[in-house]
């Protein structure tokens, strides 16, 4: 079973307009960490926003905000006032356990193309 | 803080030659890197777990005799394709973790793309 599944691999959405990106998760692990990052054209991986399983609050980075639904294992990444510089690809990324050495585990990516 | 830089950002070579790529962790130090490959339009895949001053844990499938790695120190790790072959064309990243603010996160380099002739 995949343990990261992004169901999105394109999306688009207007400028100045939210949008959502899917992530879903598997784990038994009581203690993991849910990362998501962009990578634009120049491959460079960004951290946008982090989830830790026992964290209470949704997360939130400026216009970036984690919809975490832990007994549905969804972590949504919502973009508000998207800009055309959000245009990139979006991986959503799991770390089982709570260890700085522990693997993360990617999905497969939405691509973003934000529009005029 | 927490800069990862990769050396180099790109290099082509010749079928059957070695190509060594540097992940330095620049103002802090990383106990732990990763290396991670990626095909075009596809995600990254972990390729190996480098810990300094021990042998790197590599996944299934990944051949260790072709894909050598070394962490001397805490902040340098280096990734070795031996006998490079155009299939190994590919983006390699490294990342490297740092337990600071608590998130244990993985800072990653700007990548290094690889064209085998």
Same mark, same amino acid.
């Given at each position: 079973? %995949? ?8 999306? @688009?959405?207007?400028?100045k ?5 899917? $992530? ?14 962009k %990578?634009p ?14 964290? %209470? ?10 919809n @975490?639904?832990?007994?549905r ?17 979006? @991986? $959503? ?12 585990? @990617?999905?497969?990516?939405? %691509? ?5 | 803080?927490a ?10 070579? +010749?079928?059957?030659?070695?190509? +060594?790529?540097?992940?330095?962790? !620049? ?16 995600? !990254?895949m ?6 300094e001053?021990? +042998? ?11 894909f ?7 902040? !340098?790790?280096? !990734? ?11 983006f ?16 990653f ?8 002739l």
């Amino acid at each position: 079973a %995949q343990k990261i599944t992004q169901t999105q691999p394109g999306m @688009f959405v207007q400028e100045k307009e939210a949008v959502t990106l899917d $992530c879903t998760y598997d784990t038994s692990d009581p203690s993991y960490g849910l990362f998501w990052y962009k %990578q634009p054209s120049s491959g460079e991986m960004i951290f946008l926003i982090y989830q830790g399983s026992y964290d %209470q609050q949704n997360a939130t980075e400026g216009r970036y905000s984690l919809n @975490f639904q832990k007994a549905r294992k969804s972590a949504n990444l919502v973009i508000s006032a998207s800009q055309l510089g959000d245009s990139a690809m979006y @991986f $959503c990324a799991m770390r089982e356990g709570s260890g700085g050495g522990n693997k993360l585990t @990617f999905g497969t990516g939405t %691509q973003l193309k934000v529009e005029l | 803080g927490a800069v990862v830089s990769q050396h180099p950002s790109w290099v082509i070579c +010749k079928s059957g030659t070695s190509v +060594k790529i540097e992940c330095r962790s !620049l103002d802090f130090q990383a106990t732990t890197m990763f290396w991670y490959r990626q095909f075009p339009k596809q995600s !990254l895949m972990l390729m190996a777990t480098s810990n300094e001053g021990s +042998k790197a844990t590599y996944e299934q499938g990944v051949e260790k005799d072709k894909f050598l790695i070394n962490h001397a120190s805490l902040t !340098l790790s280096t !990734l070795t394709v031996t006998s490079a072959h155009p299939e190994d064309s590919s983006f390699y990243i490294c990342s490297a973790s740092s337990e600071a603010g608590g998130r244990n996160e993985q800072f990653f380099g700007p990548g290094t793309r690889l064209t085998v002739l």
